[in-house]
């Protein structure tokens, strides 16, 4: 079936340093989306990309679509504290805009002070 | 708007127990996701509802699972003769009516915690 693989699982950084996660599919995706999830949290909206190639900014995060809609990857710069927690992508099958979303396993993110 | 509440939010039952599960959504959202989430995993999608209509369910989901959504506001989720592989996070989530072009972005819940002893 198709899946959604996330690397790395885990990362530490220092405060201030670059963090970026990787996010591939088996099969080309319609959009993906990433969510934060906090410790004891549950999973919050950040941003959704639709389009081949497409690039969306949201402050200190960089969100990418691949050419081939099989891929996307987050990269936040000069992570802060708050950064803290479990980034995942999610993606849809074919060329629906709603239904079933497939979640990657998740790269969880601490920031030492 | 409160955003989407589930009830309860810790549930302890033993094995072979049948437990049920409620989920809120959002005010008008159409659309209502259910979700199982174990440590270290994403969510995995169970079922999904479209106003009152069951459109998709999991493959992996066994016979044990039943969902519902008479009235196409609320929801319930179902667990009969619970077993220990069943204890994980039960997450909820929701979406408003999209017109053609949008794509839908779903809200979730806090989940229900549920462990099978």
Known sequence: GQQVMQIPQYQHVQEGEDFTTYCNSSTTLSNIQWYKQRPGGHPVFLIQLVKSGEVKKQKRLTFQFGEAKKNSSLHITATQTTDVGTYFCAGRRGSSNTGKLIFGQGTTLQVKP | ?117
């Not at chain 2, 659309?31 to 994403?42: A, K």
């Open chain 2, 1 to 117: 708007d409160t955003g989407v509440s589930q009830n309860p939010r810790h549930k302890i039952t033993k094995r072979g127990q049948n437990v049920t599960f409620r989920c809120d959504p959002i005010s008008e959202h159409n659309r209502l996701y259910w979700y199982r989430q174990t440590l270290g995993q994403g969510p995995e999608f169970l079922t999904y509802f479209q106003n009152e209509a069951q459109l998709e369910k999991s493959r992996l989901l066994s016979d044990r699972f039943s969902a519902e959504r008479p009235k196409g506001s609320f929801s319930t989720l179902e667990i009969q003769r619970t077993e220990q592989g069943d204890s994980a996070m039960y997450l909820c989530a929701s979406s408003p009516r999209l017109s053609t072009l949008e794509v839908d972005t779903q809200y979730f819940g806090p989940g229900t915690r549920l462990t099978v002893l």
